[in-house]
Structures are given as C-alpha cells and as structure tokens.
Antibody
Framework: EVQLVESGGGLVQPGRSLRLSCTASGFTFGDYAMSWVRQAPGKGLEWVGFIRSKAYGGTTEYAASVKGRFTISRDDSKSIAYLQMNSLKTEDTAVYYC????????????????WGQGTMVTVSS | AIRMTQSPSSFSASTGDRVTITCRASQGISSYLAWYQQKPGKAPKLLIYAASTLQSGVPSRFSGSGSGTDFTLTISCLQSEDFATYYCQQYYSYPTFGGGTKVEIK
C-alpha cells in the first residue's frame, strides 16, 4: 500500500525549532518530488515547500511565508522526507501534511496524489 | 503569487442534485489545476488534475472543466459521501489553493 506517515509534531514555544518526518512506503520514494502542505485550524490549505528528486538535484523551493526559516531535506535510503522548522511563530500553528507529487521525476511541484494523515504543530507560549 | 478564488464558499444541496463549484485564477494557468475533497479531520484527496483528468479510483460522477482562468468542478448526482469541502489548486507556478467550498446537506 502506498502510504505517507508524518511524525514529530507537538507543542513548541515561539522562536524554537521542530523537525517533522515523513516516512514513505509502497513506492520508490527516490523517484518522486515531495511537498509539505499545512492547514491552520479551521482554515484552508497552504503549500509550504518542495524537494525535487535526486534526478533534479534534490533542490528545494519554499513559500515566501517560510523561506529562510524552514528547510526540507530527504534521505532516499530510508524513504524519509524532513521538514526542519526554525524560528517558529504562532502563525505556523497548523496541521502539516506530507504529499507526493503525481508526476514521477518532476522539476516543479504539481498536483499531489498521496497525502499523509498530518501532524499537528502548535506554537504557543 | 497566483490567487485562486472559489465560489460559492458554501452551499446546501440534497442527494441526487447536480452541483457545480467554480474556481477563478488571478492570471492564466493553462490547465494546471487540481481539485481536492476534504472531510473533517482527514487529509485532502485528489479528485481531478490537469483540469479535467479524473484521478484513478474517483467516481465518474465527478468531472472538471476549464482552462486559462476559469474552471469548474461538477458532481453529476450528489451522494451522501460527497458532503465535504472542496479545494482547487493551481500548479502553473508555486502551488496555491482556493479558499474552499463547503457542501452541506440541505
């Protein structure tokens, strides 16, 4: 079964850091670009960032709201994508979803065909 | 960033109804548009991509159309399991989502 499972969420104080993990199974993880999408409580969806497959250099892109604070990385040997979140703000409070791009080996983020169950991050003092 | 505007933001309908949700992009996005369904407490589910291509396993009562700036999602015969919130998403540039349309039971 194709699956993504996020972990690492929790309560964190403003200004602190947190790292989320996304463990993939059921497909060749290294072939796919991966994105993180978040959803604040009661709000809509917001794309956070994207990491290309190694075929495209494993490079990353970020939304303006998190650029310089968040970093996405991947370990293809473990089929895990990470979201390192630094200098967290209260407005980063959201459910964070890991997603798979529908197109195998793509240079740009597209539609997302597989989603994890999400992990809640609460930034509060 | 490309802004996506959905309408209506919510509405009530009955099972068996034909319903249409619209999505407008602030600039042309060709056919780089996807539709998702989200139920409370669950992750979104991809319904349609490339504006009109039905994702595998999605019932044929769902259809999408449009290109450029104006798009529609149609559910031909609303079923009880279709009551949910629907989002459009463009991927012509960095992805952005519409604000969502909640379909409620009349």
């Amino acid at each position: 079964e194709v699956q993504l499972v996020e972990s690492g969420g929790g309560l964190v104080q403003p200004g602190r850091s947190l790292r989320l993990s996304c463990t993939a199974s059921g497909f060749t993880f290294g072939d796919y670009a991966m994105s993180w999408v978040r959803q604040a409580p009661g709000k809509g969806l917001e794309w956070v960032g994207f990491i290309r497959s190694k075929a495209y250099g494993g490079t990353t892109e970020y939304a303006a709201s998190v650029k310089g604070r968040f970093t996405i990385s991947r370990d293809d040997s473990k089929s895990i994508a990470y979201l390192q979140m630094n200098s967290l703000k209260t407005e980063d409070t959201a459910v964070y979803y890991c997603t798979r791009d529908i197109v195998v080996v793509t240079a740009i983020p597209g539609a997302f065909d597989i989603w994890g169950q999400g992990t809640m991050v609460t930034v509060s003092s | 960033a490309i802004r996506m505007t959905q309408s209506p933001s919510s509405f009530s309908a009955s099972t068996g109804d034909r319903v249409t949700i619209t999505c407008r992009a602030s600039q042309g996005i060709s056919s780089y548009l996807a539709w998702y369904q989200q139920k409370p407490g669950k992750a979104p589910k991809l319904l349609i991509y490339a504006a009109s291509t039905l994702q595998s396993g999605v019932p044929s009562r769902f259809s999408g159309s449009g290109s450029g700036t104006d798009f529609t999602l149609t559910i031909s015969c609303l079923q009880s399991e279709d009551f949910a919130t629907y989002y459009c998403q463009q991927y012509y540039s960095y992805p952005t989502f519409g604000g969502g349309t909640k379909v409620e039971i009349k």
